[in-house]
């Protein structure tokens, strides 16, 4: 089941990198400067540590904005998810 929670930038650790697209960057920040982060991007938490592999376009325009957190459905997960999400 997951949570909604708002959690420091620096807190998600991104294991893939992943292309953005400049352009959607930009309209994000934009939009998220106008109305504010509307919606989450997906974390694992995993034994304390969050991890994150979508929203990334979300994840650099709040980054850029200098926003210090950003709003998450976060999942609990094991060890052995985790490892297959890096797979």
Do not use: W
Request: positive net charge; proline residues 8%.
């Amino acid at each position: 089941m997951a949570r909604l929670e708002t959690i420091p930038l620096d807190q998600i650790r991104r294991p893939l990198p992943r292309a953005t697209n400049p352009a959607k960057v930009a309209a994000l920040m934009d939009s998220i400067a106008a109305i504010g982060q509307q919606v989450p991007i997906d974390v694992l938490e995993v034994e304390g540590r969050y991890y994150g592999f979508s929203g990334c376009h979300r994840y650099e325009a709040c980054q850029r904005l200098g926003r210090p957190t950003i709003l998450c459905r976060v999942r609990k997960a094991t060890p052995e998810v985790l490892r297959m999400h890096l797979a």
